[in-house]
């Protein structure tokens, strides 16, 4: 018998989810934010980069841009209104102290009770190799959780140390122990990632609903075996 998950906690107001590029949370996790928006909490999307570098046919002071534009529309149709780029070069983050800086200023910035982003493990699935700014961020990340409330570390940051996050959610994970029932939330999920066309258009030639649509129902369907029996987005849930 298949080992059932835990529900997400729900005793927060505030998350923030921090991940490498746009598109990222949309590959299944934007179901579950589109729960969360209706419930009246509040997630804000920090992107590192601006995904400048992840379009084949699009030199990158197009492709960036473009793909802003497109990120901040695929989160307004799951309630996020708040999107916010760092500005580091795509496809060679280097994870270290001035990345570790700029994400525990976002927590501080931000001051979220759950933080989210994606696995920082070296592969998907134990088959697919993961690339370096995935595992960069996705580590710098859970270590950030900590530097923001440790007011004698990047002391220049100007906003007040915050020890007030609780969790860090990692999306993808091999290992989730944790899942949100996103049946109200599959249909927006799948509009989400709808949205980012112009990538969706490089990576494969089938019509932009179909490949989402398969995708995300896909991965829906395939954990909500863990959790019930019903679609769901699972995590892997770190407590602070």
Known sequence: MTDQLEPMPEDWQRALAIVAHPDDLEYGCASAVAIWTDQG???????????EAGIETLEPA???????????????????TNVEFL???????????????DLAAAIRRHRPELVITLNP???????????PDHRA????????????????????????????????????SES??????????????????MEHRAYIK????????TYARNLIE?????????????????????TR
């Open 41 to 51: 909490r509040e997630v804000t999307y920090v992107m590192v980069t601006s995904g």
């Open 62 to 80: 197009e492709a960036g841009p473009l793909r802003e534009q497109e990120q901040r529309a695929s989160a307004a149709v799951v309630g996020v």
């Open 87 to 101: 500005g580091h070069a795509d496809g060679v983050i280097e994870y270290g102290t001035a990345l570790r800086k």
């Open 121 to 131: 493990d070296d592969t998907w699935g134990g088959t697919y190799w993961s690339t």
């Open 137 to 172: 961020v996705g580590r710098a990340v859970l270590d950030a959780a900590g530097d923001a409330g440790n007011r004698w570390i990047f002391r220049d940051i100007p906003d007040e140390p915050w020890n007030g996050v609780r969790w860090v959610a990692i999306a993808g």
């Open 176 to 193: 989730p122990t944790h899942a949100v029932d996103v049946t109200d939330g599959l249909e927006r999920g799948v509009r989400s990632l």
């Open 202 to 209: 490089a990576l494969t030639t089938e019509n932009p609903e």
């Open 218 to 238: 896909g991965f829906a369907r395939e954990s909500g075996a863990q959790f019930g029996g019903r679609p769901a987005v699972t995590f892997r849930l770190f």
